[in-house]
């Protein structure tokens, strides 16, 4: 089984519908990230979790939510979607516990979620 | 200001020619981690490797070996003799805790070999 897993991988929806990306990971990872992807502009990161009770914007944070349900948990909600938010999302994890809160490790992605806003 | 640039969008090479992926970043700290990762076209990121800013030793893996050069904020991705399989989007990343912990990518090169 997949040590990220994101649901649902596709979803197609229309301007102004609410919605919400799943995260779970079952590495025992304390850090969450939800990225998107656009053709040309690499990954940007949206929000950050260093652990359930620290949530973070990160470059791209306007229009869109996070909850941390668990620390294997990272939801991202798109209260009121529009055509612009389409694109693929990425949630990755990574570890602190090894090498402390201002080391930065490899992090780990899931298989990502493509949403379409009609 | 972070920063990642990835001038190469696209390059092309032919099967067992060596191709190398520019990497060059910008950041006021001193102290700070990159990062390569590749997206095959089945979409998923893999991670390739991972530098702090006081490891400037090359890295050799197999075909593939990576050269940081702080002097020039480079960090350079190089593949020996390549193979159809490396056809790829590859992403260099930066991270340091003056930029809130957050990972900076760039914005990639797709890279075709031909066979």
């Known amino acids: 089984d997949a040590d990220v897993t994101q649901t649902p991988r596709n979803r197609i929806t229309k301007t102004g519908k609410r919605i919400m990306l799943e995260c779970s990971q079952t590495?025992?990872?304390?850090?969450m990230y939800w990225y998107r992807q656009d053709p040309g502009l690499g990954l940007r990161l949206i929000y950050y979790?260093?652990?359930?009770?620290?949530?973070n914007k990160g470059e791209i944070s306007d229009g869109y939510s996070v909850s941390r349900q668990a620390q294997a948990k990272f939801s991202l909600s798109l209260e009121s979607a529009i055509p612009n938010q389409t694109a693929l999302y990425f949630c990755?994890?990574?570890?602190?516990?090894?090498?402390?809160?201002?080391?930065?490790?490899?992090?780990?992605f899931g298989p990502g979620t493509r949403l379409t806003v009609l | 200001a972070q920063k990642v640039t990835q001038a190469q969008t696209e390059i092309s090479v032919v099967e067992k020619e060596d191709v190398t992926l520019d990497c060059v970043y910008e950041?006021?700290?001193?102290?700070?981690?990159l990062f390569w990762y590749k997206q095959p076209p089945s979409g998923e990121l893999v991670f390739l490797i991972r530098?702090?800013?006081?490891?400037?030793q090359n890295e050799i893996s197999g075909r593939y070996s990576w050269n940081f050069q702080k002097s020039t904020s480079s960090f350079n991705f190089t593949i020996t003799a390549s193979q159809v399989v490396d056809s790829a989007v590859y992403f260099c990343?930066?991270?340091?805790?003056?930029?809130?912990?957050?990972?900076?990518f760039g914005t990639g090169t797709s890279l075709t070999v031909i066979p």
């Open positions: 990755a994890t990574s570890d602190s516990a090894l090498t402390g809160r201002n080391s930065y490790n490899e992090q780990f």
């Open positions: 590495k025992g990872h304390d850090r």
């Open positions: 979790s260093f652990d359930v009770k620290d949530i």
């Open positions: 950041t006021r700290d001193t102290t700070y981690y």
């Open positions: 530098r702090n800013s006081f490891d400037e």
């Open positions: 990343a930066l991270c340091n805790t003056n930029t809130g912990n957050q990972f900076y």
